[in-house]
């Protein structure tokens, strides 16, 4: 993430599901806070997200942030 550009940063997200019990949430922050890009933190989310694209929230989220 290091070698992105200012406006690469602004187009990139890190998704991360608070209920992840591989990978913990501090990272996600750590990391985005350092890449200077957002994190969006999906409530209930585990680590593959799949309930997210089961449901639509995951392509739902992809829209909104696109409209961005």
Known sequence: LGALDAAQRK?????HGDAD?????????????????DLE?????SHGL???VADGRLA?????VACT
């Open 21 to 37: 019990d591989t990978i913990p949430l501090a990272d996600s922050e750590a990391i985005a806070a350092e890449a200077g890009i």
């Open 50 to 52: 799949g309930a997210l």
């Open 11 to 15: 187009r990139t997200l890190l998704v």
């Open 41 to 45: 933190v999906i409530e209930g989310g």
């Open 60 to 64: 739902d989220l992809v829209r909104r």
